[in-house]
């Protein structure tokens, strides 16, 4: 298992044109954009965004930043919760800045009240393998290059420079967090989750959510902290 950056909660400032390596952290939280804009490739798609738009992240996302020419002022609030969207846009921005200076659980909420999630902006081809593969956890990247004209070397490439990593790596970390979605639900046995997601089986599954979170697929099971009851009631999202 890779270390995990550390999120500091309250406002950051980003200068044009600076980049972020590709990291990952294993805390929720969500990162409203104040001023300027931003474009982050992470574990669930390509997503650009500007003034009063908000990125979300789920427990162990990793992704790369990329900022505009402008930089960014962005204010970083943990969540209590696993986010089920990963991007959306808020009315009042700034008033969530402004009681995020004496109360982080306050803005915190007051976010997901204002919160309207929105549909990513795909644009090319990294960003429709990256939601074919999000959607599908076994898709094979063979065809799905071919039934797009690109050669494998092509696809490799490309999606790389886009994301900073390889595509049967993201598809494989699609599996695990496919898995810990439905180890949250708790509904079904692990070799069902294993077959479900894609794994060869339960201990292949195991070994991939161990070497993500530092834990075993039981210790997710057991979690009051990962199950945390459901969102907000004013939370809109699907």
Known sequence: MSGFAQVTPGEATWCGHANLPRHRHDKAYAALVLRGGYEESGSRGRHRVGS????????????????????????????????????????????????????????????????????PRLIDWPDFLARDLLADTQLRLGPWSKRHGLAPETLSRGFARVFATSAAAFRAEARVHRALTLLERGAAPLTAVAATCGFADQAHMTRAITALTGHPPGHWLRSNSFKTGGRPRSYKGG
């Open 52 to 119: 009063g738009q908000v990125l979300l992240h789920r427990r162990f996302d990793a992704h790369v930043d990329r900022f505009a020419a402008q930089g960014a002022r962005i204010l970083n609030l943990l969540l209590a919760w696993q986010p089920h969207c990963a991007v959306g846009e808020v009315a009042d921005a700034d008033a969530i800045a402004r009681l995020a200076e004496s109360d982080a659980i306050a803005a915190s909420q007051a976010l997901l009240e204002q919160l309207q999630p929105r549909e």
